[in-house]
């Protein structure tokens, strides 16, 4: 196992250290014996943009496929031997990634390292696993999207605003390709991406450094690598005009999402298109939360969101409104603040507090084992370089008025937005 890289985290003096296996595993660990447990997260390059059509929603079965057996351990096994050890365990999927993660006491260190290597390189992949996860996701998908408003609404804002790269379809995948997915397909995509060379092993805990990494070599280092595909995601077009799309649908008041594309996690703007998010929707004393909801009271709630994705994605806006009020009421206030705040007209107390607020959260987060691990796991492999989580804080507070101002311009305009709104049906349940 070769040291790649290190770098200290933050100022408690911890340090981030990357090793490499020979076949291509990545282990990045922070010996933190603030409390003695420790986060154990694999991260995997793969995620939604590394499907097609047709497959789409496979990352995010594996979500659930990596929890039921193995040729070492039966169905349901992996959840009772770590909840008998004490720890807990979930998983997520994404657009540029799956992660999965334990909290666990530090002497379970061995169990997580074992069962992390066994799920890696030894899934059971049969009619019977897949079928039974497949109608799990299935039914997640008619909760979340098909039966609920606002998950209908960002998923219909993607597919409208993106026509080319695959950020047009949902990480929880169209029904149709859950329906057809087949187990040649899962055994492929296994084989392709659940690799060392396409994983990232997060450690950060109550450890012994070199005990640990002994531990992963030991369980991770015959694990064969894989030929990972060039990533072939389409680059998305300029927009040149504004997209709108409505629907009936059973609420009591309109529902407004508008998307503007908007820069990278890793671009030079994104940190200053955060800043400008804070300052219009961040909190009570925001702009907008301000005019749409004290003031005015024609809306209930306001928030927005610069998607953290490898590519362009959306700088997203969403407003519920008050019954009697439409999402056109809200769309002309927005538009006004985002002119002005375009135009320069920005207080220094403002800018102040929207850089305190973002650096606060951001310390906050990092405070835990698991938010560590989670932050390092998720710079790792969706810019690349987990180092470029440590400057992410001196990136807020480089911050200017004339860079709030000028992203603002460049990218919150026009002909770069798409505007999804769900109005009233005349019946309502």
Known sequence: MQLVSQHPFGAGGLTAKMFRLENGLKVILVRDPSAPIFAYQTWFAVGSRHEREGITGIAHLFEHLMFNQTEHHPPGEFDRMMESAGGDTNAATWVDWTYYRENLPKAELPLAVELEADRMACLTLGETQVESEREVVANERRFRV????????????????????????????????????????????????????????????????????????????????????????????????????????????DKLRIGYKAPALGHADYAALEVAS??????????????????????????????????????????????????????????????????GTLEPHELDTAKTRLLTHFWRELRPQAGKAEALGHYETTIGDYRKLFGVADGYAAVTASDVSRVVAAYLRPERRTVAVATPSEKRS
Request: aromatic share 10%; charged share 25%; with cysteine.
């Open 146 to 253: 098909e039966d609920d408003v606002d998950g209908f609404l960002n998923e219909e804002l993607y597919k409208a605003a993106f026509t080319t790269h695959p950020y047009h379809w949902p990480t929880i995948g169209w029904m149709r390709d859950i329906e057809a997915i087949s187990i040649d397909d899962c055994r492929a995509f296994y084989r392709t991406y659940y690799a060392p060379n396409n994983a990232t092993v997060v450690l950060v805990g109550d450890v012994d450094e070199a005990g640990a990494l002994a531990l992963v070599e030991k369980h991770y280092g015959k694990i064969p690598s894989s030929t990972i595909p060039a990533d072939r995601a389409a680059a998305e077009p300029p927009q040149t005009s504004e997209r709108r799309l409505s629907w009936p649908k059973p609420v009591t008041a």
């Open 278 to 343: 804070e300052i219009l929707f961040g909190g009570n004393s925001s702009r907008l939360h301000r005019r749409l909801v004290v003031d005015s009271e024609i809306a209930s709630s306001t928030h927005a969101a610069t998607a953290p994705f490898r590519d362009p994605g959306l700088f997203e806006i969403s407003v519920g409104m008050q019954r009697g009020h439409a999402a056109g009421e809200a769309e002309a206030m927005v538009y006004d603040e985002l002119d002005k705040l375009g135009r």
